[in-house]
DNA sequence: CGTCAATAAACTTTCGAAAGTTTGTCGGTG
DNA sequence: CACCGACAAACTTTCGAAAGTTTATTGACG
């Protein structure tokens, strides 16, 4: 029987590949996952297939009917705001944390991770309307590291987990690009130094605006999508 | 093949049961899940109670080692601790848009579900150490019906997560009651009392109070356990 | 020509067993 | 007598197919 594969279990390097495949916008929301074609191009027999499907459901990433199978999860403005939401006030809450309990380990952590996005380019060489799949992981890295301060490992899952469903979101809107005007390396850096000179109310703040931000230039690109083609809409 | 059970498939209905069964006490904290024992008793095959015990893993309920097979989360203090802080926050933050959001609806179940709990004997019939059943349950419905008010889905659904996962250790200290001279329907008069004046602060105070109160206690039976038997500890 | 029921196709769910891994046992050796 | 390695038992993981459900198709009727 096959038994490579990196991982400890087949279970979890599928639900993984799945994972990376949907994240990255291979599987676009509203997709069907038919048991046949999944089990044809991950080379996995149903069993497994199921398996990583119901992990994923469970966290969110796609969605279980009962005798109709998985769908990835679909995106509308309604769940993005509700997401984005639910991401400000937890977020909030476990960067503060981070802030007051993070040891200097901790910082040292920040600050290479901030170091790393800062030098990482923005856009994809070929294509500047591209994000680049390196900067997409120095940024989650970051927000990673500014919330991993926080000692309570519970929170702190929970809060990363909202960001991972929100990464959905971000490929969503990415062939739009961002607003030009827009002072990302900026936002990052006030992140930092709130943390660094640990202000809580200061980080709290900044990183509320840095991700409400997000989500508005994602609807708006996401409205001016809607003038040439029907948006996915529940 | 078997068909019924009142729910859509039978891995919803598995799932449910182990869950009641755990939360219940039936299987206790530590206890190894093996297939051969659990399908016998189920009576599903081995695909549906992985399938179940999948789900129960990613909420916490249960926990999977690579080829060692499932095991009921074990207990400990350090564990509580972090699962209360985690519940302080959460609960408070979504008890505090519960009570500015809900509607006239919210405030009926909310006044309904209180006085089922206030009209519902705390102690079992036959023995007084142990909480009834019934009680129990109005208890967890008085307090989702408190946080129902809360029209983030999303936060909602992870406050309520976390209360289930919290019932795990209500059970572990059952025998030993609770505290003699605890104003239990007194702290939930208050809590009804601050939501439905729409005082926040009042409210999140007193659930911040109650839970902790709720998590010294458990904290303080089990040191007496202690003194017994060594405790279920990690 | 549209509507509805019956049939066929496609897919999901569930099962029972094969394949693979860990754990426990027994006998031999230093 | 303790320690180590091979053998056996028990269990987990994975598979492929049977059973059951939904969706699409076809043909008849109003």
Redesign the interface.
Known sequence: MVAKGGK??LG?DVRARLRADILSGRLLPGCRLKFPVLSAHYDASV?VL??AL??LA??GLVRSE??QGFVVTPLSREKLW??T??RI??EA?VLRRSVVEGDLSWESRLVAAHHTLERTRYTAEGDDQRVDDDWAAAHAAFHAALLDGCT????LR?ALGLRDEAELYRRWSQPLGDEPGRDLAGEHRALLEAALTRDPDAAAAALCAHVRHTTELLLAAADRLDHEQPAPEE
Chains 1, 2 share one sequence.
């Open positions: 400890q279990t979890d069993s199921r398996e119901v992990r469970e966290q009962p005798h509700e997401l939401e639910a006030e937890l809450l309570n490992r519970r929170l929970m």
